[in-house]
C-alpha cells in the first residue's frame, strides 16, 4: 500500500519560503504525477502543482510565479517551495499521486502550515 | 480559467435517501479529468469518481458518476451515516467549491 507523509516546518514568517517534503513509501516515485494540494483552514481545495518522476512540472497559474517542485528519485521523495509566502498562504498542504495526471488516489496526512511572526 | 460551481453549498437528506450532486463548467471540459472527492472533517479527501464515471478501487457501487460537456454529476444512491460528508469535484488543476451532505 502505497503512503505519503509529509514533512517540514509547521511555522514560517512573511515574506520567507515555506519548504515541504514528501516520503513515498510502499511503491517507487518512477512512472508517476506527484502534486501538491492546500487546504487554507475551513476552505476548499487548491491544487499547486504536480512533478513527474523525470522532473518535468505543471504549475497553477496562479502559483506559479513563486512555486517550485522537486524530485528526488533515490530517497522516494519530492518538494515543495513556495516563496514570499503571506498570511494568505496559511493552509493544509497535501501530497498526493495520482492515478493518471489530476485524479489523485494516494494522499498524504496533510500539514498544517502557519504563516506568522 | 476554468470554473467549476457547486451548489447548493449544502443538501440535507435522510440515510436511505438517493442523493444527486451537481457540479457546472464555465465551460466544456474534458470528462477525462473529471473526479469526485469525499471529505471527512480531519482527513485527506478520498478519491471517489474519476474520469467522470469510473469508481475508484473500493469505492461502494451506491456511488456513480456521469455526464459531460459542462454538467456532471456524483449519485450516491442509498445515504448510508458514513456517507455524510463534504464532497468535491474537480477537473484538471480546478476543483469545485464543495457540496456538505449532511442529516436532516
Known amino acids: 500500500q502505497v503512503q505519503l507523509q509529509e514533512s517540514g516546518p509547521g511555522l514560517v514568517k512573511p515574506s520567507e519560503t515555506l519548504s515541504l517534503t514528501c516520503t513515498v513509501s510502499?511503491?517507487?516515485?518512477?512512472?508517476?504525477?506527484w502534486s501538491w494540494i492546500r487546504q487554507p483552514p475551513g476552505k476548499g481545495l487548491e491544487w499547486i502543482g504536480y512533478i513527474y518522476s523525470s522532473g518535468s512540472t505543471v504549475y497553477n497559474p496562479s502559483l506559479e510565479s513563486r512555486v517550485t517542485l522537486s524530485v528526488d528519485t533515490s530517497r522516494n521523495q519530492f518538494s515543495l517551495r513556495l516563496s514570499s509566502v503571506t498570511a494568505a498562504d496559511t493552509a493544509v498542504y497535501y501530497c498526493?499521486?495520482?492515478?493518471?495526471?489530476?485524479?489523485?488516489?494516494?494522499w498524504g496526512q496533510g500539514m498544517l502550515v502557519t504563516v506568522s511572526s | 480559467e476554468i470554473v467549476l460551481t457547486q451548489s447548493p453549498g449544502t443538501l440535507s437528506f435522510s440515510p436511505g435517501d438517493r442523493a444527486t450532486l451537481s457540479c457546472r463548467a464555465s465551460q466544456a471540459v474534458s470528462s477525462d479529468y473529471v473526479a469526485w472527492y469525499q471529505q471527512k472533517p480531519g482527513q485527506a479527501p478520498k478519491l471517489l469518481i474519476y474520469?467522470?464515471?469510473s469508481r475508484a478501487t473500493g469505492i461502494p457501487d451506491r456511488f456513480s458518476g456521469a455526464g459531460s460537456g459542462t454538467a456532471f454529476t456524483l449519485t450516491i444512491s442509498r445515504l448510508e451515516s458514513d456517507d455524510f460528508a463534504m464532497y468535491y469535484c474537480q477537473q484538471g488543476g480546478t476543483f469545485g467549491g464543495g457540496t456538505k451532505v449532511e442529516i436532516k
Open positions: 498526493a499521486r495520482s492515478l493518471m495526471y489530476f485524479d489523485f488516489i494516494y
Open positions: 510502499g511503491g517507487a516515485i518512477s512512472r508517476h504525477y
Open positions: 474520469a467522470a464515471s
